[in-house]
């Protein structure tokens, strides 16, 4: 949002395929990532329904797959992303926030394996955190599992991000970063 206006809202649940006037499954930056990465990119395979999206595909090791919004957006805005991994291997689930050069990057991610350690967990990245953009960053939930909904709610403005994650107990927690 942007000074109380919406600049991209949807919600997946009432849509019979992907909006392609607000997401692109070839975005260039999608292969930038998965070069980035190390790793072929595919298409997803995307199913809709009353639930919202569901994003399958990926059914191997260094492969990547995604959507990228075809609007580009300068901060003050506000990010919310709710995911559920209904699989418990890899990252079932990973969100980015990227420069076109991906010189500034913002990355959350889930490993819902708990016999994946040191993996398991949810992580934030992003630049100026001294973490490698290919490593998952700081662990900010330990403990999610499987089928279970997580909304994440990322707050950009000039130089500043107000990152509310979801914790096990208590509500949500807000840090303030500066990543950019």
Known sequence: MVNGQT???DTFASDAN???????????ILSTL???YGSAR???VLKFGPAGMQMSGVAAKNVFTGIASRQTFAP???LTVTATGEIAHGLPFEAFLVSSNLSSRLSFSGNLNSANDPYYGM???YTGSGTSFL???????AAPS???PYTFQLSVSSGDLFISTPLPRGGPRLRREKPF
């Open 34 to 36: 998965a070069s980035n």
């Open 18 to 28: 992907l909006n392609s006037s607000l997401w692109s499954a070839s975005a260039p």
């Open 135 to 141: 490593l998952e960053g700081s662990k900010f939930f």
């Open 42 to 44: 595919i298409n997803p």
């Open 76 to 78: 003050p805005f506000t």
């Open 123 to 125: 992580w934030l990245n």
């Open 146 to 148: 499987t089928n279970s």
């Open 7 to 9: 600049l991209l809202l």
